[in-house]
């Protein structure tokens, strides 16, 4: 059983932070990268952040420098430190596998919406 559980968003200044979080579980996440994703609307998702079970984390140039990625592999648990945010942050954003079928499950997602 795959459960997603995101939380942690909300309405924040331009320039400010949030952390998100997600809850997860399922054996498709078992020894597998995990990764931020998020989308705005009328645009596609896309990745921001990935976290391999070792450690090694990637950004896109967007969001580099900005956007922290951690994990407690063991808690099943994936968080999402952003910082300087700014309005095109604004999204729904969701946790998931770094890769992802179409056939496999999102989560709710959280809203981040960042005001000017």
């Known amino acids: 059983q795959v459960q997603l559980v995101e939380s942690g968003g909300g309405l924040v200044q331009a320039g400010g932070s949030l952390t998100l979080s997600c809850v997860y579980s399922?054996?498709?996440?078992?020894?597998?990268?995990m990764a931020w994703y998020r989308q705005a609307p009328g645009k596609q998702r896309e990745r921001v952040a990935f976290?391999?079970?070792?450690?090694?984390?990637g950004y896109p140039d967007s969001v580099k420098g900005r956007f922290n990625i951690s994990r407690d592999t063991a808690e099943g648990t994936l968080t999402l430190q952003m910082n300087s945010l700014k309005p095109e942050d604004t999204a729904v954003y969701y946790c998931?596998?770094?890769?992802?079928?179409?056939?496999?499950?999102w989560g709710q997602g959280t809203q981040v919406t960042v005001s000017t």
């Open positions: 976290i391999t079970v070792s450690g090694i984390t």
């Open positions: 998931n596998g770094f890769t992802v079928e179409a056939y496999e499950s």
């Open positions: 399922g054996m498709r996440f078992s020894g597998k990268a």
